[in-house]
């Protein structure tokens, strides 16, 4: 099993900045990759970022990319979400999420991964 726990989420205006993170423990070593979601009231969630666990590839939706960098931090078994020029349209739930056998084709599908936090929320005001 892999715990993770989010954290840094909050308020802010738009065009401001907020990071993300996710500390995953327990069986750690499983995990080949790690991403962030999130879910805004009444819709599907969806896809942020994902980043491979050994080799440092990213993966963005459109939505955020040139906005949004996820990165990591092997030693603390971390993973983080910068976000730069919030919009009002970013305000959702944001979960963080792990996999263990996720394949590079399936990075933005939510099933496809195996561990999820319980999310955190971002609020950007107009």
């Known amino acids: 099993q892999v715990q993770l726990e989010e954290s840094g989420g909050g308020l802010v205006q738009a065009g401001g900045s907020l990071r993300l993170s996710c500390a995953a423990s327990?069986?750690?070593?499983?995990?080949?990759?790690m991403g962030w979601f999130r879910q805004a009231p009444g819709k599907e969630r969806e896809f942020v970022a994902a980043?491979?666990?050994?080799?440092?590839?990213?993966f963005y939706a459109d939505s955020v990319k040139g906005r949004f960098t996820i990165s990591r931090d092997n030693a603390k078994n971390t993973v983080y979400l910068q976000m730069n020029s919030l919009k009002p349209e970013d305000t959702a739930v944001y979960y963080c999420?792990?996999?263990?056998?996720?394949?590079?084709?399936?990075?933005?599908?939510?099933?496809?991964?195996?561990?999820w936090g319980q999310g955190t929320q971002v609020t950007v005001s107009s």
């Open positions: 999420a792990a996999a263990t056998r996720l394949r590079w084709s399936d990075y933005g599908n939510r099933y496809a991964y195996d561990y």
């Open positions: 327990g069986r750690t070593f499983s995990m080949n990759a």
């Open positions: 980043i491979s666990w050994s080799g440092g590839s990213t």
